[in-house]
């Protein structure tokens, strides 16, 4: 009578046995989808910085496949704002629609809700004859009727002046006067300058949305960080944009520390033509900036 009783037994070890094995394989799959959910929302969510915005140079031409790591970063951060310059030829080309690679790019761009589209437009540090500045300004201007959803949402004025004279404050005023008239610009017309490095105050005008105040390397961050930070307006007026981040750079800290002083971001390791592709840290960036 002893050898069915022993064999219920085995039988029952064996069943605990089974359990505590499926029940070990099912914390094993838990855990692997778990953890890497909590990762991401630990990257989105730790930062000690401000809500801030990206501020994003966007000089690569959309061959098939080139701009896909902005759409993958816009659907992934969906409640993260891009500000995108949009640059077909150093400003509009002399077309009065972009090509046939931009075309459907733009149209793509913006249909994304967390992006907004702004044109490029060199001003050459106010010697660039104003008549092509605002020419350029009303190119961009028309694209709004001359294709379906290609319309901008603001200018970037690169190469804005930063010392000031009479005729570089005059210069700049026209300037952003008329981005403001120009009918074919929508929503709220985004004026952006990017002299690179804090301008004299007196070119600092209310007109202007963002100034980018620090355009250059990692390295050189330290030495005007006093600079920046002392500026007195309000850090939804200024822009940093910086590249040649080393590797080993907590990116994470970096961003945080630059949001307290300026809302519209942007960050890359590449070292050289840093607009011209996207850098290796692209999405650790875009998963870092607090919002």
């Not at 050459?124 to 009727?145: F, H, K, M, P």
């Amino acid at each position: 009578m002893e050898a069915p009783r022993r064999n219920l037994n085995r039988q029952r070890q064996r069943s605990r046995k089974t359990w505590v094995i499926i029940a070990a394989v099912l914390l094993v799959v838990i855990l692997a989808v778990v953890i890497p959910v909590a990762v991401v929302i630990s990257r989105r969510h730790h930062s000690t910085g401000l809500p801030s915005e990206i501020l994003l140079p966007l000089y690569i031409y959309p061959l098939a496949g080139a701009w896909e790591p902005l759409y993958n970063a816009l659907n992934a951060t969906t409640d993260l704002t891009y500000t995108v310059v949009i640059n077909p030829d150093s400003g509009p080309g002399n077309s009065t629609t972009p090509n046939s690679d931009f075309l459907p790019a733009i149209q793509r761009l913006n249909s994304y809700p967390n992006a907004k589209t702004v044109g490029y437009v060199r001003t050459g540090y106010g010697n660039r004859s104003i008549e092509d500045v605002l020419q350029d300004v009303e190119t961009y201007s028309g694209w709004a009727t001359s294709a379906t959803g290609i319309q901008m949402h603001g200018i970037f004025f690169d190469e804005a002046p930063y010392q000031y004279s009479a005729e570089t404050l005059d210069y700049m005023t026209r300037c952003n006067e008329a981005v403001a008239s120009a009918s074919g610009i929508g929503g709220n017309k985004t004026i952006i300058h990017n002299p690179g490095v804090i301008p004299d105050s007196q070119l600092m005008q209310d007109s202007t949305d963002i100034t980018v105040v620090f355009e250059q390397s990692w390295g050189n961050y330290s030495a005007q960080e006093p600079a920046l930070k002392a500026l007195s307006g309000d850090r939804s007026r200024y822009s940093y944009m910086m590249h040649s981040v080393p590797s080993s750079t907590n990116l994470g800290n970096l961003v945080d520390d630059m949001s307290r002083h300026s809302s519209h971001l942007f960050v890359t390791n590449s070292d050289s033509e840093y607009y011209a592709s996207f850098g290796s840290n692209w999405r650790s960036f875009t998963e870092l900036v607090p919002t």
